[in-house]
Every structure is written in structure tokens, then in C-alpha cells.
């Protein structure tokens, strides 16, 4: 299935997606609420053609506004994540780079240890095999054969000699080398405070730039559809009035979550297909939600989903089709599911993998934490688990990743997968990724 491509098209999705903009992250749009035209402007502006006119100039500045304001929040986030990756990345070298510099100084002061203990062994031959005479004096009084004797000991001393003395450089230099990588260890684990501050800051920074983003889109989706509204009141000649409208979002309210409940009542029937369509598949889980089937965790990543049931596009929290499929199926299979990851980009987690993690990597949404199925929690090894797993490993692409290998080897329970390639995971719930 493809990657989900979302896009506005309905008033009844923006306003879906402003409720859903109520619940989440705020931040500072710059329009206030006081630069909006209520009703009674509006009306009041139909008075005469050049009110009139002034009142759709500024509703038409405030649709552009709005939609600036929200691609430049994007655009700013995406800058900010490509800077946290990048000090990510430069803290996790620099701790590669320290971690080998520290092995590289420990192998040679080993060597340099090797060595010294081999010269003092050496030298302490040498001493056995010089037995302290005197050896000129042992030269003249002794007979030729004994003579041939010392002469000869003494050759194998001169060597031995020579051989310590080299010993004892080599363990020299080694020392040396050992003491001077062990400083450019300690440079380079002294250097991991600094790009260790750095991340933190530039992660903080992308957060709150994510944070921005997805305030400057909920305002765009909360303002832009009485926006509308309003200006083809005064285009059309509509005489629309606050009650006329506030009517017409309760409908639409209640059309979107009719669609939703239906869409998640079809699902539960025998035998239903699975969709390959992202939005078909968002809005069933959006009944499922509504109906307590499917719950989240802190952060709260079933936002994620309702933005794609409402057709609403956010930077860096889309959902692949192939997760939405898997959450719905999990749902389907155990009567209710609980999920506590998906997209980490979205909600600004660095954690587990990091920034190389399904949930993350590729503006994130490859990926889904299950931590609950049936209302019982998971190990990865659990009987629920175990089932999810079979029923999974039979629709997710080949080479889709799987966690809590480790918690099924020790519970004697790794089974053969078609599809799955696992790996180990914490035994706190079940991870599923289409990252092949």
C-alpha cells in the first residue's frame, strides 16, 4: 500500500479537524482572535459595495495569511529537524570517536604492560646467567675447555641483553603511544558536553518549531471554513447569519462522526476487506476512537489518524497506509487495541533507536507500538501478541521489522515468520514496522 497523500477538500473535514485542533498543541499564530470578522461585520458590511468590497479583501488576506503562516511553520520545522539530525548525528560520532580513542589507549597501555613484564622477566635471566663473578679473572685461570664455555655463555648474554634493552623501548614507545591516545580520549569525551547541548538545544528548538506547525495548520483548518463562509456570503449575496452557520457545523459535526461510526461498523462485519485507501482505513479507526475500541498514550498519537480521517495534511504526522491497515486489523482481531507510538516526529520523541527509528526516520509514521489488545497489556511473547503476530505476518510486506525478539526466545515462543524480520525490543509492548 502507498504512503498516505492527504489534502483539503471538504468543509466537513476542516471542521473535523478543527475540533481535533482544539485538543492539541497550541502555539502562536499570528492572527489574533480579534482580526477574524464575526457575523454582524459581515452583515454589516453588505451595507454598501466599498464596505462590502473591504470586508472580502480583508477575509481574502486573512485565507492567504493563514496559509502562509502555516507552510512557513512547516518549512520552519522541517529546518529545525534537519538541524536536531544533524547534532544527533554529531554527538552519536562523537561518542563513537571517544569510545574508540578510550579502546585504543586501553590496547596499547595492555601492550605496554605485556612488554614491561617481559623485559623484567629478561632482565631477571640475564641476572641468573651473570651470576655476579668475575668474569676476566674466570677467563685467565680457567682451563680452554672451560675457557670456550664462559665465551660462549657470555654471547648469549651480550644477546640477551640486546634483546632486553629492545624490550624495554618497545614498552617505552608503547607507554607513550598509550598516554597520548589516552589524552585524545579524554578531548573527545570532554567534547560529547558540548555536542550533547547542542542536540538537547537544537531538539528543543525542532519541537517547538513541530509545535508551532501543527498550531499554525489547526488554525488554518479551525478559521479557513467560516472564512469561507463569510465570503461567499458577501460574493453570493447569501444572507447567512452566525446561527445559519453554527447549524451547519453541528450538521457536518454529526455527518463526520455518523461517517466515522459507519465506517468502523462496516469494518467490524464478517469477512470485510481491508482498505488500501489511507483515509478509508483513518476513518474507521476515528470510529473506533469515538467508541473507546482504540486508545492512545501520552504523548497522544490517535491525533495523528483523526487528521488523516479529516483529510488535513500536517508536516512530519503522516501515518503509512500499510500502519493504518495494521492498526485497524489489530482493532478488528481483538475487539480493541491500544497504541502508544506512531509517528515520533510528530510529538518530537528521540528515544529507543533514536532518529534512525521506524517511527522517525523519513518524517516518521512507518511504524506502531502496540501496548494493549483487548484490553490486556503486552510482551511481545504473550498469547495475544503471539496471535497479532500470525495474523500480521500474513499481509505486511516481506522484511517488515517485528520487536521483542529476545522476550520470545525466553519465553520459548519464537515462531516462523513469512514476512517478518525481528529484532530486540523492550518486552513493554509490540512494535510493527513496514520498513523493509
Not at 184 to 192: G, M, S, T
Amino acid at each position: 500500500m502507498s504512503r498516505a497523500r492527504r489534502t483539503n477538500n471538504t468543509i466537513t473535514a476542516l471542521v473535523v479537524a478543527a475540533i481535533v485542533g482544539a485538543t492539541t498543541l497550541s502555539g502562536g499564530a499570528a492572527a489574533r482572535a480579534d482580526d477574524y470578522p464575526s457575523w454582524d461585520d459581515v452583515q454589516a458590511a453588505k451595507a454598501s459595495e466599498s464596505a462590502k468590497q473591504a470586508e472580502v479583501d480583508q477575509i481574502t488576506q486573512l485565507l492567504a495569511q493563514l496559509k502562509d503562516e502555516a507552510s512557513a511553520a512547516e518549512q520552519q520545522a522541517n529546518e529545525k529537524w534537519t538541524l536536531n539530525e544533524k547534532a544527533q548525528k554529531a554527538l552519536e560520532d562523537g561518542q563513537k570517536t571517544a569510545d574508540s580513542l578510550a579502546d585504543r589507549a586501553a590496547s596499547l597501555q595492555a601492550s605496554a604492560d605485556a612488554s614491561k613484564k617481559q623485559a623484567a622477566q629478561l632482565a631477571a635471566q640475564f641476572a641468573r646467567l651473570g651470576g655476579g663473578e668475575d668474569v676476566s679473572s674466570m677467563l685467565l685461570t680457567s682451563s680452554s675447555g672451560e675457557s670456550d664455555d664462559l665465551l660462549g655463555k657470555l654471547g648469549s648474554l651480550s644477546k640477551l641483553s640486546e634483546t632486553v634493552s629492545g624490550v624495554y623501548a618497545t614498552a617505552k614507545t608503547q607507554s607513550n603511544e598509550a598516554a597520548a591516545m589516552s589524552d585524545q580520549a579524554q578531548v573527545a569525551k570532554d567534547a560529547l558536553t558540548a555536542l550533547a547541548n547542542t542536540a538537547s538545544t537544537s531538539l528543543a528548538d525542532a519541537l517547538a518549531a513541530q509545535k508551532a506547525a501543527v498550531s499554525a495548520v489547526n488554525a488554518q483548518s479551525a478559521h479557513e471554513s467560516e472564512l469561507q463562509a463569510q465570503l461567499a456570503s458577501l460574493t453570493q449575496n447569501v444572507a447567512t447569519t452566525e446561527a445559519d452557520y453554527q447549524a451547519g457545523v453541528a450538521a457536518a459535526e454529526a455527518a463526520a462522526a455518523a461517517a466515522a461510526a459507519a465506517a468502523a461498523q462496516a469494518g467490524s462485519a464478517p469477512g470485510a476487506p481491508i482498505s488500501d485507501d489511507a483515509r478509508t482505513l483513518a476513518l474507521e479507526l476515528v470510529g473506533d476512537i469515538q467508541a473507546g475500541r482504540l486508545t492512545g498514550a501520552q504523548p497522544d498519537h490517535l491525533q495523528e489518524i483523526e487528521w488523516i480521517a479529516a483529510g488535513d495534511s500536517v508536516e512530519n504526522c503522516g501515518i503509512d497506509t500499510q500502519i493504518l491497515a495494521a492498526i485497524v486489523v489489530a482493532v478488528r482481531t481483538f475487539g480493541s487495541a491500544g497504541v502508544s507510538d506512531i509517528n515520533r516526529k510528530c510529538t518530537g520523541q528521540i528515544e529507543g533507536a533514536g532518529i534512525y527509528s521506524a517511527h522517525y526516520v523519513g518524517g516518521g509514521g512507518h511504524a506502531v507500538d502496540f501496548n494493549a489488545l483487548d484490553g490486556q497489556g503486552l510482551s511481545g511473547a504473550d498469547d495475544n501478541s503471539l496471535r497479532l503476530i500470525a495474523v500480521l505476518d500474513q499481509v505486511m510486506p516481506s522484511g517488515s521489522g517485528l520487536g521483542q525478539r529476545q522476550c520470545r526466545i525466553n519465553a520459548g515462543d519464537e515462531p516462523d515468520f513469512s514476512n517478518f524480520h525481528d529484532f530486540a525490543d523492550t518486552c513493554t509492548h509490540l512494535h510493527v514496522d513496514d520498513l523493509t
